[in-house]
Nanobody
Framework: QVQLVESGGGLVQPGGSLRLSCAGS????????MGWFRQPSAKGRRGRQFVAAISYTGVGTHYADSVKGRFTISRDSTKNTVDLQMNNLKTEDTGFYFCAADRQATPQALAINNLGSIHYWGQGIQVTVSS
């Protein structure tokens, strides 16, 4: 069974940091562009927005304007994982974060493609930024 499983979410104060991790299983994701999206609720895809993506080589990255300079995406092909380091968190970063993978999209394309065309999704993890 091919899966993406997120970890590392939780509650953090404004200005704090969290590191999310997404582990792939069932097959190698080394040829996929991988990324992170977020949305206000846990269910469905309503309001799901692009956050960041990284190319299969790990060289190319793309970020939403709202997180540039604060978030960093990285991947470890030996572990089949992609991480999202989130610094200087703001209350508006609160939401459910979803990992995604797509073999055909570039990081820029992952940001604008129809959500239904993205091949793989994780189940999501909650991030709450609150004092």
């Amino acid at each position: 069974q091919v899966q993406l499983v997120e970890s590392g979410g939780g509650l953090v104060q404004p200005g704090g940091s969290l590191r999310l991790s997404c582990a792939g299983s069932g097959r190698s994701f080394n040829s996929d562009t991988m990324g992170w999206f977020r949305q206000p609720s846990a269910k469905g895809r309503r309001g799901r927005q692009f956050v960041a993506a990284i190319s299969y080589t790990g060289v190319g990255t793309h970020y939403a304007d709202s997180v540039k300079g604060r978030f960093t995406i990285s991947r470890d092909s030996t572990k089949n994982t992609v991480d999202l380091q989130m610094n200087n968190l703001k209350t508006e970063d609160t939401g459910f974060y979803f990992c995604a993978a797509d073999r055909q999209a570039t990081p820029q394309a992952l940001a604008i493609n129809n959500l239904g065309s993205i091949h793989y999704w994780g189940q999501g993890i909650q991030v709450t930024v609150s004092s």
